[in-house]
């Protein structure tokens, strides 16, 4: 069997901010091809989780690997796509079409200064076209719907061609029907292109049929292999104060 090292290799990872300890002794591993999703009650450390593996946050204690390099040591960032919390509000104002925004995520990977190549074009193009937007790429961004704009900061993370996509709670602020195309087109990106999906959210319902594992991270982690079994876990009506299994039947109704 080929060997592959894990996309991210955590170890006894811990936060703390003064005294507070956020995230407490959490280790995994994500490989390639993954789609996972992280759950928990708001402010059990989920966000501090992302913005740690991303080096945004120094760790406490602990060791995250990414690609089999130390997380000062990785230089690739362009392998990482990233989605950050509430990315879909956009002002109004802003001057910027569907098309520039997309060309953003290609900066990433050539540096700012760099010409945009006709290898940059094809990215841009494919990336607006896995998400369906290529036909809103002349718009303003800031006259898009929530759903539309979504779509919009995925083909940004999409265009510098990355291994993982990272997504913090992507669909605040959109409606039911455009969460549902989302996921949609996350399962077909996992799917066809075999990228990796790591995403925080409190749709748990909507996204136990595609997903491969859970993460439950409330100071510790709980890692679930089998989604479909834990809509009916304790711990997951311990999180949220209401029974799981009214979750899933919830799902089923739509």
């Not at 450390?45 to 089999?68: D, M, P, Q, V, W």
């Not at 979504?150 to 940004?156: E, F, G, S, Y």
């Not at 136990?208 to 679930?224: P, S, V, Y």
Request: charged share 25%.
């Amino acid at each position: 069997m080929n060997f592959k090292a894990p996309i991210f290799e955590v170890k006894n990872l811990s936060f703390k901010v003064r005294d507070q300890i956020i995230l407490d002794n959490i280790s995994f591993e994500i490989f390639t091809g993954e789609y996972i999703a992280i759950i928990g009650p708001n402010g059990g450390g989920k966000t501090t989780l992302i913005r740690l593996l991303l080096n945004l946050e120094k760790a406490s204690a602990g060791e995250i690997r990414l690609f089999g390099k130390k997380l000062g040591e990785f230089k690739e960032w362009y392998k990482i796509g990233y989605v950050p919390q509430r990315a879909t509000l956009v002002d109004e104002t802003f001057p910027a079409t569907v098309e520039d925004i997309v060309k953003m995520g290609r900066v990433a990977r050539r540096g700012i200064f760099a010409g945009m190549s006709n290898e940059d074009g094809d990215k841009v193009h494919d990336a607006m076209q896995k998400m369906d937007i290529l036909d809103l790429k002349d718009r303003m961004v800031g006259t898009l719907s929530g759903g539309q704009r979504q779509r919009v900061m995925i083909a940004r993370a999409l265009a510098s061609s990355p291994k993982i996509l990272i997504l913090d709670e992507p669909n605040t602020g959109v409606d039911v029907v455009s969460q549902q195309r989302f996921y949609e087109l996350l399962a077909k990106l996992n799917k066809e292109e075999n990228i990796t999906i790591l995403f925080i959210t409190h749709d748990i319902g909507v996204i136990a049929d595609d997903i491969g594992r859970l993460f439950t991270i409330n100071r510790k982690a709980t890692i679930c292999n089998d989604p479909k079994a834990l809509l009916s876990c304790d711990e997951v009506s311990d999180l949220y104060g209401i029974p799981a299994h009214s979750l899933a039947n919830h799902k089923h109704e739509h």
